[in-house]
């Protein structure tokens, strides 16, 4: 992807931004979906691939701002699991049944819950995060 967004590299992706993208980002998230109900797994594979492109191609463009790259995405996915999970990494285990609500308690520290409702992405999906998190919520 370096060599891509190089200037010897193509010139589709030199012009992309993280706005561009957005679609492909979407489009492949769909297919990863379709992948996973086909229960092909040579399929699920390639998908799971693509989708992993777009999000390294992400992170180059946030590095070329001097925003982040690829390791912070790594350590950030690191962090939040080592914090997600103190009954396992943590000498304080707690019974199963509390796992769950421990979880979004952690999740709702992190950042407030219904900021992330973005009106631009698949309506059903929003409406079924929105339900979710409600009934979390009450």
Request: aromatic share 8%; with cysteine.
């Amino acid at each position: 992807m370096k060599h891509l967004r190089s200037p010897n590299g193509c010139p589709w992706d030199l012009e992309q931004t993280h706005e561009s993208l957005i679609k492909y980002l979407r489009e492949e998230s769909f297919e990863v979906i379709e992948a996973i109900y086909s229960k092909d797994d040579n399929l699920f594979c390639e998908e799971l691939g693509d989708l992993i492109l777009q999000v390294v191609f992400h992170a180059i463009i946030a590095k070329e701002r001097g925003a982040f790259g690829i390791k912070d995405i790594l350590n950030s996915i690191n962090e939040k699991l080592l914090n997600r999970h103190p009954h396992v990494f943590d000498e304080n285990h707690i019974q199963e049944d509390t796992l769950e609500n421990q979880w979004e308690k952690i999740k709702k520290s992190e950042k407030k819950c219904y900021k992330d409702i973005d009106v631009n992405l698949d309506p059903f999906l929003d409406a079924e995060r929105i339900q979710l998190m409600a009934a979390k919520d009450s």
